[in-house]
């Protein structure tokens, strides 16, 4: 059982698991020949402090009606949620290697009944704040359960989608104190940066607009996710929104900051480049 006070002690425990998670990324991608890059490999350190630090969670029993629960709203970077997840136990690390192929576990948006450990099915963009908050919603209102956190990931190009401010709205009107998201702030989307695609401008105010508690942190700072964490979890009568600036392509000097590694793989020589400089690579 990894609980909250957790198995990996150590901010440099952390950083290492990251490290792998990245290089899991890029070793799946390559084999697929399919996928996204940049999105898992910026998320790399928020996926391992909430699997090796931050949530109650047992890969042994999945259902465990005492866990935390996640959901990946921006489902397309699975390739983060599966690395940490066979990391984590819940399924043998070979199995990585199957990203994307036919009769998989592991397709390009998460199936929730692929997979043990998994609490919902991802795709179109923008439901997964919905999702989490009617979750936070019924332990909080209805089974009146404490002491269980809800989290969440979403993109920040995933925000131009109306029903993540329904959302917010129901969040923020219920202060769901028991939910804690993450937008994933890297700046880019598919077609380009987010500021020319579409503003996003002040997040910090549109959610503090919303009645909920704001955070901005460096998402690729271990230290950093796992104190906001823990002022998220202080803050009981509000929702927590916790904005993480993020590299996109993290780790890979190639695909850092260029909004085309969005939706696109390495090659298997642009792989072995991208796990040369991994294994090189010093997390912040």
């Known amino acids: 059982m990894i609980t909250r006070e957790s198995v990996v002690h150590s901010d440099e425990d952390l950083k290492r698991i990251a490290g792998t998670i990245r290089r ?20 790399a350190e928020l996926l391992a402090v909430l699997y090796f630090h931050s949530m109650l969670h047992d890969p042994q029993n999945p259902d465990w009606d005492k866990r935390d629960v996640f959901y990946l709203s921006n489902g397309h970077t699975a390739p983060v949620l599966y690395a940490a997840m066979a990391r984590a136990g819940y399924f043998p ?17 998460p199936e929730r009944l692929a997979l043990p450990g998994l609490e919902s099915t991802s795709g179109p963009l923008g439901s997964g704040l919905s999702q989490a908050a009617g979750y936070a919603y ?10 269980r956190w809800v989290y969440t990931i979403m993109g920040d190009g ?17 202060a769901l104190g028991n939910l804690i998201a993450f937008i994933d702030r890297n700046n880019i989307q598919i077609d380009g940066s987010t500021e020319d695609v579409m503003p996003l401008r002040d997040l910090r105010g549109k959610w503090e607009s919303f009645d909920w508690h704001v955070l901005e942190i460096d998402g690729n700072n271990v230290r950093s996710i796992i104190d906001a964490i823990g002022l998220a979890k202080a803050v009981t009568a509000k929702p927590t929104m916790i904005i993480a600036n993020t590299v996109p392509g993290k780790g890979v000097p190639f695909m850092e900051y260029n909004h085309r590694w969005h939706g696109m793989p390495p090659t ?17």
Do not use: C
């Not at 192929?101 to 397709?107: A, I, K, P, Y």
């Not at 019924?138 to 002491?147: A, G, P, R, S, T």
């Not at 995933?158 to 219920?174: L, P, S």
């Open 24 to 43: 899991d990324i890029i070793s799946m991608l390559a084999a697929a020949k399919s996928g996204h890059s940049a999105g898992p490999l910026g998320m």
């Open 93 to 109: 690390v070979d199995e990585l290697q199957t990203l994307r192929q036919f009769g998989s576990r592991l397709q390009g948006h």
């Open 138 to 147: 019924v332990l909080q209102e209805i089974d009146q359960v404490n002491q």
């Open 158 to 174: 995933e925000i131009n989608e109306g029903n993540v401010w329904e959302a917010a709205m129901f969040a923020g009107k219920y």
């Open 268 to 284: 298997s020589e642009q792989a072995d480049i991208a796990l040369l400089a991994l294994e090189g690579a010093t997390a912040p």
